[in-house]
């Protein structure tokens, strides 16, 4: 079997300890590679490599450091079929969700940052008569990256994209789950000669591999998105060392639709805002509140077509859901099934697993899931899922569906269904969500702030705040 490798200084290297577990395909369910089971002393060899890369990159003009980082978004387009297909295999998404989604956003992450590095500037603030502040924006050194299975390269590259352009160096770790794509990363990096040790790969576990990135001394930053539980443990860590901490968490996101809206589109975006990626994105909205007056047809035609989506193996042209990406994970979700039942909820569409003839017979296959008749204070609509769950609940006014949404610890994303301008304003003001669409979802701009409120997070990623993270600070002022 195909074993990945750490990539350390530039070179591909096996973990010290010379142990490696299973990568598991999730749509037929069995092992196809190995993973590195890296720990602390393969951690301290990265953070070394970039540390003594640190002075040479970030001395770099801004001008090479972004003809680098553009080489490296070349590089991934030049093996775009290889990285879709790998993406696909890893982690269960549909093949076409990987060749729209996935990897072209990976390649726009770090052509945006490449770009976006030449056009960053730092304040001035002259006191009249006195002298002038200036301020400088250093980058920290070495920092962590730490990311999700989810959308594996996606986010990957949207952290270590604007850590490397602002001038830092890198350890990253990609989820022990969905490990291949930051792999194929590091052959792209020898096949342009990337400089070594400005990005180093360390494959393994959370709590060895990721916990001493967050532990080592020296890095100075930790940038993770992941679930909230590991948010706090890494806070835990960090913040008593005064490390800068990016968090994106989870979330349960309201998706609020009025009596006035535009129906059909409405509709089509919410069966992807729903189970896109198979409802694996953090940005789902899993909480469907419908405005009482076309609750009823809402349903009727929500639930027909949702009945009759395609869920196959995430080669199939046709499969409009693949795997979900573990078989810890599928049972997770069947187990808020169950809640949900017990919680008094009725299952209108799916409920269960699906079985597919082989050699997909042991993969991990959801129904499309809607649940309704829930209270809007019950476990399943508080609790993140992260799975193809969706629940409906009716609301009448404005206030009401407020409350409702937020009620839960957290505050990703919202997306509100109306005509009525005033009102969408007045929601998107009062919602507590870092990122609120309006007749819309999942429309991203890359210069934007992203992030949650409450346990969804603490900073935001993207645009300049990325690049403001990623560097310090630094005030001089000069007398007149
Ligand atoms: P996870 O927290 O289990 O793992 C995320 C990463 O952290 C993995 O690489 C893992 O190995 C690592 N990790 C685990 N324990 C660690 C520790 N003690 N120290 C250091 N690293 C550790 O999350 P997951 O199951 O991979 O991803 C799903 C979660 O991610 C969901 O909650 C989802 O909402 C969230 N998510 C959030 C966003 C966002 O932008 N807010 C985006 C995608 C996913």
Request: contains cysteine; hydrophobic residues 40%.
């Amino acid at each position: 079997m195909e074993k990945i490798q750490n990539y350390i200084n530039g070179k591909f290297v096996a973990p010290k300890a010379g142990k490696y577990f299973d990568n598991i395909e999730p749509a037929k369910g069995i092992a196809y590679s190995l993973i590195p089971d890296s720990q602390a002393e393969d951690v301290e060899e990265a953070v070394s490599a970039a540390q003594a890369a640190f002075p040479g990159w970030s001395g770099l003009s801004i001008e090479d450091r972004g003809d680098w980082m553009m080489k490296l978004s070349n590089g991934i387009a030049a093996r775009m079929t290889e990285f879709v297909e790998a993406e696909s295999r890893d982690n269960g998404k549909p093949i076409k969700l990987a060749e729209h989604v996935d990897i072209p956003r990976a390649i726009s992450n770090f052509k945006f940052f490449a770009t976006g590095i030449q056009h960053f500037a730092s304040e001035s603030h002259e006191m009249v008569g006195v002298g002038i502040n200036y301020t400088l924006r250093k980058p920290l050194g070495v920092v962590g990256c730490i990311s999700p299975w989810n959308l594996p390269l996606y986010l990957f590259s949207w952290k270590i994209a604007p850590a490397m352009a602002t001038g830092n160096c890198v350890v990253a770790k990609p989820s022990e789950i969905t490990p291949y794509t930051a792999y194929l990363l590091c052959k792209v990096m020898e096949d342009i000669d990337f400089p070594k040790g400005v990005l180093n790969i360390v494959h393994g576990f959370g709590h060895t591999a990721g916990d001493a990135i967050v532990r080592h001394k020296l890095t100075k930053a930790i940038s993770f998105t992941g679930g909230t539980t590991t948010g706090k443990t890494i806070a835990t860590i960090a913040a008593p060392m005064f490390k800068k901490l990016s968090l994106e968490l989870g979330g349960k996101n309201p998706n609020i639709i009025f009596d006035d809206c535009d129906f059909d589109e409405m509709m089509s975006t919410t069966i992807r805002s729903s189970f896109a990626n198979q409802g694996q994105i953090c940005l789902c909205g899993s909480r469907i509140f419908v405005q009482k007056g076309i609750y009823e047809r809402f349903k009727k035609e929500f639930v027909e077509k949702i009945k009759k989506s395609k869920v196959s193996y995430p080669t199939d042209p046709k499969a409009q859901l693949g795997a979900v990406v573990s078989k810890s994970h599928m049972e997770k979700v069947l187990s808020y099934v169950e809640l949900a039942k017990e919680e008094g909820g009725t299952i209108l569409a799916g409920g269960h697993q699906v079985k597919l003839d082989a050699p997909y017979d042991q993969g991990f296959y959801l129904a499309p899931t809607i649940i309704e008749g829930l209270k809007f204070d019950c476990r399943t609509n508080q609790e993140e899922i992260f799975g193809p769950v969706v629940t409906l609940t009716p609301f009448e006014t404005e206030e009401e569906v407020l409350m409702m949404a937020n009620s839960t610890e957290y505050g990703l994303s919202a997306t509100i269904w109306t005509n009525n301008l005033k009102r969408a304003h007045n929601l998107a003001n009062e919602i507590d969500a870092g990122i609120v669409w309006i007749n819309a979802w999942l429309v991203r701009d890359l210069r934007t702030p992203f992030g949650g409120v409450k346990s969804s997070g603490v900073g935001r990623e993207g645009g300049w705040e990325a690049m403001k993270f990623f560097t310090e600070a630094k005030n001089v002022f000069v007398k007149y």
